[in-house]
């Protein structure tokens, strides 16, 4: 069945950099759009980015844009978000959520990974 | 940006009760809404699409109704296994948006 399983959480301190992955199975994993969307303490949830298929389109939120990327290996079944310059406010648990198939709404999430900016 | 303003934010109901959770887009969305149930440490489950298509393997008493700027979902008859917190997400346009989520309580 389809899996999603975030890893690379953890405690960072302002300013500094950290990478998401996100290892999907179950599914052929080049043939879907991917998100990640976060979800504060105590906060709705709020989209972060979006990748085609082939990583050949990407989208950001307007709070994470020059600072988040998204990309992915297709190779290796795996979605990353790379966050540099991080900010209090982007303390959140991440998920990645897969799109499905020649839709628009994510059908598949993980349990997400949770990141803690914080000096 | 599209708001979602759902409502309301914490309902307290019992088994067998028959509940309604509000989604109000800031304009249209055509019918480009899903409802999603989150559990604690699991990650969100899809149960409605295009507004008011039943995701396969949900359960019969979950149904999604609207279009435009207004839409429900409904627990027919509300089981031990449905208390959690759903919400409504927007896909009309990037960047998609969510209402704020509805926590379902045991009354």
């Known amino acids: 069945q389809v899996q999603l399983v975030e890893s690379g959480g953890g405690v960072v301190q302002p300013g500094r950099s950290l990478r998401l992955s996100c290892a999907a199975s179950g599914f052929t994993f080049s043939t879907y759009g991917m998100h990640w969307v976060r979800q504060a303490p105590d906060k709705g949830l709020e989209w972060v980015a979006v990748?085609?298929?082939?990583?050949?389109?990407?989208y950001y939120a307007d709070s994470v844009k020059g600072r988040f990327t998204v990309s992915r290996d297709n190779s290796k079944s795996t979605l990353y978000l790379q966050m540099n310059s991080l900010r209090a406010d982007d303390t959140a648990m991440y998920y990645c959520?897969?799109?499905?198939?020649?839709?628009?709404?994510?059908?598949?999430w993980g349990r997400g990974t949770l990141v803690t900016v914080s000096s | 940006d599209i708001q979602m303003t759902q409502s309301p934010s914490t309902l307290s109901a019992s088994v067998g009760d028959r509940v309604t959770i509000t989604c109000r887009a800031s304009?249209?969305?055509?019918?480009?809404l899903a409802w999603y149930q989150h559990k604690p440490g699991k990650a969100p489950n899809l149960l409605i699409y295009d507004a008011s298509s039943l995701e396969s393997g949900v359960p019969s008493r979950f149904s999604g109704s609207g279009s435009g700027t207004e839409f429900t979902l409904t627990i027919s008859s509300l089981q031990p296994d449905d208390f959690a917190t759903y919400f409504c997400q927007q896909y009309n346009s990037y960047p998609y948006t969510f209402g704020q989520g509805t926590k379902l309580e045991i009354k």
């Open positions: 304009q249209s969305i055509s019918n480009w």
């Open positions: 959520a897969r799109i499905r198939y020649s839709k628009s709404y994510p059908d598949n």
């Open positions: 990748t085609s298929n082939d990583g050949s389109i990407r």
